[in-house]
């Protein structure tokens, strides 16, 4: 696990989750890579907006996978990162996600940690938690209005159905507790889920909580893809837009 801090010091943030581009794949056509175009130049546009991304952003084919290297674009390695290089000072970081695990099993090498590298992002491998800052305060130097934290996994499993694959997302919180956010990707779904908890304060008595559990979407067509042959209904295309208030402790996934 990666830890990484970002800060915006403006009154509201927003983080992109990108992941599960599998460049490279036939089925990232031209609806896929305009919808990623449009998402790259709202950020671009847009100062306190952030990028993570979080896994399979190659699809890595080889001759003993599902997807045939004969059909893939044997130049996405290079233009993964000529893609991304423009926007590198927004990216917070990158996860490897299973198509990045095929070139770690079979080489120990990823090639997420080779782009990261190049534009100069934390590379976190398997997972990332993210602590955001957000409202800089104008009578301190080091206070912030509002921090969250955001726990990042590309994850692994799931099922056909939207519930079943938000609760592989939902599975994260056997692992990290205290944290606002959890985004996992992996199951090409868009969706998001808010979820209250109760929690005892040291100052005494109950207090209330929300996390956000949110699927980060995909940008593959579904015709003429592996998914139409297994029978998993087609998904939106894209990403999840999360926005962080920085005058109160509020947040909105828009899909």
């Not at 889920?193 to 207090?207: F, L, R």
């Amino acid at each position: 696990m990666k830890y990484i801090e970002c800060e915006v010091p403006e009154k509201v943030a927003y983080i992109i989750v990108i992941a599960d581009l599998h460049y490279g794949d036939k089925s990232f056509s031209t609806e896929g890579k305009n919808k990623l175009l449009g998402y790259l130049k709202w950020v671009k546009e847009t100062p306190n907006a952030r990028i993570f991304l979080n896994g399979d952003i190659y699809n890595v084919a080889g001759r003993n996978t599902k997807t045939s290297p004969f059909e893939s674009n044997g130049s996405e390695y290079m233009e993964v990162i000529d893609l991304f290089k423009p926007y590198a000072n927004q990216i917070i970081g990158a996860t490897d996600g299973n198509h990045e695990a095929r070139m770690i099993d079979m080489f120990d090498m990823s090639p997420t940690q080779h782009m990261c590298r190049e534009l100069n992002i934390p590379y976190c491998k398997w997972s990332a938690m993210v602590r955001l800052k957000v409202g800089k305060r104008k009578d301190s130097k080091n206070r912030w209005r509002e921090n969250y934290f955001l726990y990042l996994h590309h994850t692994r499993g799931g099922g056909s159905t939207v519930g079943s694959k938000l609760n592989r997302v939902a599975k994260l919180r056997d692992i990290v507790e205290g944290v606002d956010v959890l985004c996992g990707s992996h199951n090409h779904q868009l969706a998001a889920a808010p979820q209250d908890v109760y929690y005892p304060s040291i100052q005494g008595g109950i207090k209330k909580r929300r996390i956000w559990m949110v699927d980060c979407g995909s940008f593959l067509d579904w015709n003429d893809s592996y998914a139409e042959q297994g029978m998993f209904a087609p998904s939106k295309l894209g990403s999840p837009r999360i926005r962080f208030s920085g005058t109160s402790h509020d947040i909105h996934v828009s899909l």
